[in-house]
């Protein structure tokens, strides 16, 4: 078995380490001496309130301790990785609030048989101290369609229980008000999980196994594998199926999602989902409610009980009326609880309207204005000839390390592509460089769109009144320029800059009276095509590239090589049309 790497100083002593490193960067928390307990730093504030205390194995942070504060939980009790936490810290832990003078106690568990032990026989010791302590346990899963005799699995619905108790807890409610609402509010309630990889408990290796084009549907937060195994398909479709499955009228733990519902959606990350596959599931939850005519009242997304490293995420909805929403929106302090927007998600405007661009003047065509379809069999050369590299190219940027240089310019092709089919070209030679400069910032992304933008938009300006072979040399020149005075590179950085500056060097003969265009540009397109191919040899000094040890970069620059490649494309689309 192979066993997995963690920035950890032991296995033993991670747990430990976790809780105390949240401590030491967070005043409004203190560890309780000798034992795996946090608790607020200001006990002397619950005075007359009820204490909130929950906890259990660690692994699943920031729950639980990242919700201690003023408006959620007193305190937390840790485990170590995924394992319940003792008995003894639980009961110090019940007697320091008790003592801090609050109006009872109580525990808010999740389901699990360990948790359930441990946390209910320490009530049972502190109520025979003459404490008065109440527990309440959480069960929102909603994977299993038919009861357990265990009952649903306590998950990352917790949290809003943590937020709900707290919130009334605050506002002085009493013991047995703050059950009962909690109460409600868990039988309200469901989350479902699904996983793209197991976890790894620190000192072991993974918890499952699942193949490349897997997917795990209905795990727990302890690396156990789900109900379901599935095949990969668009973040749409398993969204759609994971709000199916919670709200199935087969499924006995389902969630009544009736049109005109009102929901508290949680969108959490299980560890190491991207945040870019996280916007991607949220906006698909949203749509996928309001398509069913549920209204999403509020929207948690970010990071909120996970399991380690798991690469997956949950859904949590809780049916909320108004006064639950207050709830959920009361203030509180606790860290890991997000800046929530106390207004309605569904319902609102998501679209500004763009502002409409200033009048385009159109200037009367100049002498020698180049032949539209002469431009346009120039322009569908340089398109093949992209892409065609498409591959090649990213190939020499994955030595950068993200590859995907031949994607880019690919994209920038396409764009091209299809704009030659549905507009008609411009025919003075500055505004067709300023509409393809506009083009491929808006297309191409990235900051080879922003350099060929720069250069572009600067090498329109020396063809606003003329378009003789001189002016297109000098078009060259405030393009490089240009590129030069934002971009921060120079010749010999290892750029595209080395190809298209060797290329300006020979253009320049074209300001000469009687030079002729075709054979400049050839010896032009061999010097760019040499100055990319001796880009393996340099050091890069601008760029991504620039990060990377230069004993690594043994290939030519994709930049340069792509810019070689335009200029040949041009040549070969002139040259097929002369004589």
């Not at 703050?178 to 996983?195: D, E, F, Q, W």
């Not at 199916?244 to 733990?253: G, L, R, T």
């Not at 606790?334 to 609102?348: D, F, K, M, S």
Request: hydrophobic share 45%; with cysteine; aromatic share 2%.
């Amino acid at each position: 078995m192979q066993v997995s790497k963690k920035l950890v100083n032991s296995v033993p002593g991670c747990a430990d380490d976790a809780l105390a490193g949240l401590v030491a960067c967070n005043p409004a928390i203190q560890l309780l001496q000798g034992h795996q307990v946090a608790l607020r730093s200001d006990l002397e504030n619950i005075r007359g309130r009820v204490a909130l205390l929950s906890g259990g194995g660690s692994g699943h942070e920031p729950a639980h301790a990242g919700y201690i504060g003023k408006g959620m939980l007193t305190g937390v009790v840790a485990g170590a990785v995924f394992t319940s936490p003792a008995v003894g810290s639980i009961l110090a832990a019940i007697r320091a609030v008790t003592q801090a003078g609050s109006a009872g106690t109580l525990l808010i568990v999740k389901n699990y048989t360990g948790d359930r032990l441990n946390f209910g026989l320490a009530l049972e010791r502190a109520r025979a101290e003459g404490a008065d302590v109440q527990m309440v346990v959480v069960g929102d899963d909603s994977a299993f369609t038919t009861q357990k005799k265990a009952g649903r699995r306590g998950l990352c619905g917790t949290v809003l229980i943590h937020k709900v108790a707290g919130a009334l807890a605050e506002a002085g409610a009493s013991l047995e008000k703050v059950v009962h609402r909690v109460k409600a509010a868990a039988g309200a309630m469901g989350t479902l999980g699904v996983s793209l990889s197991p976890c790894s408990v620190p000192g072991s290796g993974p918890t499952f196994q699942l193949a490349q084009d897997e997917l795990e549907l209905g795990l727990g937060i302890h690396g156990e594998a789900g109900v379901r195994r599935m095949k990969m398909v668009p973040a749409d479709e398993i969204v759609k199926t994971m709000l199916d499955h919670m709200s199935s009228s087969s499924n006995a733990s389902r969630v009544a999602l009736e049109p005109g519902a009102s929901v508290v959606l949680v969108v959490n990350n299980l560890g190491g989902l991207s945040f870019l596959e996280l916007g991607v599931v949220a906006g698909a939850a949203v749509h996928c409610l309001e398509d069913r005519g549920v209204r999403v009242a509020r929207a948690l997304v970010g990071t909120f009980m996970t399991a380690l490293e798991m690469a997956g995420v949950s859904l949590t909805l809780l049916l909320a009326d108004d006064d639950l929403l207050g709830l959920i929106d009361a203030e509180t302090t606790a860290v890991a609880w997000p800046n929530l927007a106390r207004v309605p998600v569904t319902g609102r405007s998501r679209v500004l309207a763009a502002p409409e661009e200033g009048p385009k003047v159109e200037e009367p065509i100049p002498a020698g204005a180049p032949a539209s379809q002469r431009v346009q069999l120039v322009l569908e050369r340089v398109c093949s000839t992209l892409l065609g590299l498409q591959e090649e190219l990213n190939e020499l940027d994955r030595a950068a390390g993200d590859g995907d240089c031949g994607s880019t310019h690919a994209r920038a092709a396409r764009a091209i592509q299809e704009w030659l089919n549905s507009t008609p070209l411009p025919a003075r030679p500055s505004q067709l460089l300023s509409t393809l400069a506009r083009l491929l910032l808006e297309k191409m992304g990235g900051s080879s769109g922003a350099l060929y933008g720069l250069f572009l938009t600067a090498a329109a300006q020396p063809l606003q009144s003329h378009s003789d072979p001189a002016a297109w040399a000098a078009a060259m020149e405030a393009g490089i320029k240009a590129m030069q005075r934002y971009g921060g590179a120079a010749p010999g950085d290892r750029t595209m800059l080395d190809s298209l500056c060797a290329a300006a060097e020979e253009l320049r003969t074209l300001q000469a009276p009687g030079a002729e265009l075709l054979p400049v540009l050839a010896k032009a397109v061999q010097s760019a095509e040499a100055a990319a191919e001796s880009t393996k040899n340099m050091e890069a000094g601008a760029g991504r590239a620039s990060y990377i040890s230069s004993a690594r970069l043994e290939l030519p620059d994709p930049g340069a090589v792509a810019a070689a490649a335009v200029l040949r494309a041009v040549l070969e689309g002139l040259q097929s049309q002369s004589g």
